[in-house]
């Protein structure tokens, strides 16, 4: 099982932009799909983006044209670029993994994933 850490979290003004990275260990990240999840007080864990393999990714909504997820397969590391920042982002993003053979439709649900990193704190205010 491959495990993983979270890296590059902290505060940010709105409008600015944060890259936060999920390092892998025992395991390559070329093989599974590595998605980003959120969390706030009080919430469910929200999906952000997945790549589901290299140049194929997924996002949510609510981030769509202001996040970009992108891998470094050298440095089996995934890379999540949060750009034009909004006070609703504030939260603790995970990464997480999943088998390569997920259907893109479950890579939504948190239930798909079988690694989880132990989440960075992401605060966006003046």
């Known amino acids: 099982q491959v495990q993983l850490a979270e890296l590059g979290g902290g505060w940010v003004q709105p409008g600015g932009s944060l890259r936060i990275s999920c390092a892998a260990s025992g395991h390559t990240l070329s093989t599974p799909a590595v998605g980003w999840f959120r969390r706030t007080p009080g919430k469910e864990q929200e999906f952000v983006a997945v790549?589901?393999?290299?140049?194929?990714?997924y996002y949510a909504e609510s981030v769509k044209g202001r996040f970009t997820i992108s891998r470094d397969s050298a440095k089996n590391t995934v890379h999540l670029q949060m750009n034009s920042l909004k006070p609703e982002d504030t939260a603790v993003y995970y990464c997480a993994a999943a088998p390569g053979s997920t259907i893109a439709g479950a890579l939504k649900w948190t239930q798909s994933y079988d690694s989880w990193g132990q989440g960075t704190q992401v605060t966006v205010s003046s």
């Open positions: 790549s589901r393999r290299p140049g194929v990714n």
